[in-house]
């Protein structure tokens, strides 16, 4: 049985942005498994499988069904053990672990003021309203308050990319020769900013860039499936 993947969508049910939903969409084409994309706009999150997240990914595998990016990955890993592996074992895991708060802390929250306007231009009105709604009680500031600071996080973001240009002076991946789950962690922040957005993040001749660049060519060009933003 295909499994069923939910992601988010804008008006635009092709335009699939959600950093954490991405993670998933290259772990499932890591595992080698067939599944079917359910792309929902932010309203419609509540009616997946009758309530059982607030957020995407979710993912339903036969009677099976499991929300949050990391959970979803662990289910597979465990599912799945013939398949090729997430993690590379226990202590990839609790790598991957690290890696996901570096990138929720540091790499999403320097993303914020830059495109969180360009993702609120990109959804239906309703969605439109929700999301300007939500996003200003959690931040306790409005849209246009957070973007204040936009030119000058633009400027300052290559630097949150540090470690990870550092890393890759010895290695092509997170992972190491190969990906694993941590490089699409990293991969769903950066492909999030490259479909809402026309902002150029990399530095000239970044290696972080190249490393984005094979992200997007794995498995088929899956993460091109989704052009960038024009």
């Not at 092709?14 to 890591?30: D, E, G, I, N, R």
């Not at 609790?94 to 003021?113: D, I, K, M, P, Q």
Request: proline content about 6%; some cysteine.
């Amino acid at each position: 049985m295909t499994i069923k993947l939910y992601t988010l969508c804008g008006a635009n049910s092709k335009q699939t942005f959600s950093p954490h939903a991405w993670k998933s969409v290259l772990a499932l084409h890591h595992k080698g498994l067939e599944f079917e994309e359910m792309p929902v706009p932010f309203t419609a999150i509540p009616n997946i499988e009758n309530g059982v997240s607030k957020t995407v990914p979710v993912i339903k595998d036969g009677s099976r069904v499991v929300a949050d990016s990391f959970l979803i990955a662990s289910y597979l890993e465990e599912t799945y053990p013939d398949r090729p592996s997430l993690f590379g074992g226990p202590g990839g895991e609790a790598a991957a672990r690290f890696v996901e708060s570096w990138t929720n802390v540091t790499l999403h929250g320097a993303l914020r003021s830059i495109i969180l306007g360009n993702v609120h231009d990109c959804l239906a009105p309703e969605d439109q309203a929700y999301f300007r709604q939500s996003r200003e009680t959690r931040m306790g500031k409005t849209l246009e308050e957070v973007a204040a600071t936009r030119e000058q996080d633009i400027k300052s973001f290559s630097s949150h990319l540090a470690p990870l240009r550092l890393m890759l002076k010895s290695q092509p991946f997170i992972g190491g020769n190969t990906p694993l789950f941590g490089d699409h962690i990293v991969f769903g922040a950066l492909q999030w900013a490259r479909i809402v957005s026309t902002v150029r993040l990399f530095e000239d001749n970044d290696p972080v860039e190249a490393w984005f660049e094979r992200g997007l060519d794995l498995y088929g060009g899956a993460g091109r499936s989704v052009p960038a933003a024009a």
